[in-house]
């Protein structure tokens, strides 16, 4: 599988310049309620110290009981900051962290911005305590909502012209490299993206026709 390079720079940049924009899509959201509620229902035991990289504002970290964040932009640093987040400004390719420092490390939405996905994996292997849990959400390239989000792309979208998107065998090549497997996962979002009306409770496996997949991923 071949992976095409992003400019992180640039990707962080708008979510630098745009926080309050960004964290303001969450409030009041029934996208975002369907999202944790997928992620719930994994029953992934809410320890600490837990880690998630791409935090952004804050609002996965604060609903999941993440106690600590990195992000490249600063801006959206400072709103997770102030929902009692423990925050760093850093990159998933090199975290500042130990070894085995985190009983359990997510990364929500974040994949598709990276600059080297395979070693943003990696190092969440390398600071994911041995019986650790990680938590790894994305949209699928195959579903409408990831058709959707490619079209934005394409139209120059501020936040998603610097994103690449990935299939479910996609996800699994990455995760098999970089040292994990595939414990559970749940799929959610069939609700056609310009119109989310209704709470949906999610379905277990990995659906490509689902907008959003989460994966509970534990070490080989």
């Not at 969450?26 to 110290?49: G, M, R, Y």
């Not at 600059?115 to 990696?122: E, F, K, N, S």
Request: aromatic fraction near 12%; include cysteine; hydrophobic fraction near 40%.
């Amino acid at each position: 599988m071949k992976i095409q390079e992003t400019n992180w720079k640039k990707c962080s940049h708008v979510f630098n310049t745009r926080a309050d924009e960004y964290d303001s899509w969450f409030e009041d959201s029934l996208l975002f309620a369907i999202e944790a509620a997928a992620i719930k229902a994994l029953a992934v035991p809410v320890t600490t110290p837990a880690l998630e990289i791409g935090v952004g504002p804050g609002r996965f970290a604060q609903e999941l009981g993440s106690d600590f964040g990195i992000d490249p932009a600063y801006e959206p640093l400072q709103i997770a900051s102030g929902r009692d987040i423990k925050v760093c400004q850093a990159v998933g390719e090199s975290l500042p962290f130990a070894r085995d420092s985190f009983s359990r490390v997510s990364l929500f939405f974040t994949l598709c911005f990276v600059q080297d996905p395979g070693q943003v994996l990696r190092e969440a292997h390398r600071v994911l305590q041995e019986d650790g849990h990680f938590l790894l959400g994305f949209v699928p390239s195959t579903s409408q909502w990831g058709k959707a989000l490619l079209r934005k792309k394409e139209a120059k979208h501020p936040f998603y012209q610097y994103a690449r998107f990935f299939t479910i065998e996609d996800l699994e090549i990455l995760v098999q490299d970089s040292g994990f497997s595939i414990h559970n996962a749940m799929s959610t979002l069939y609700q056609d993206l310009e119109s989310v009306d209704t709470m949906e409770a999610p379905n277990p496996g990995m659906d490509e026709f689902a907008g959003f997949i989460v994966l509970h991923l534990t070490k080989l």
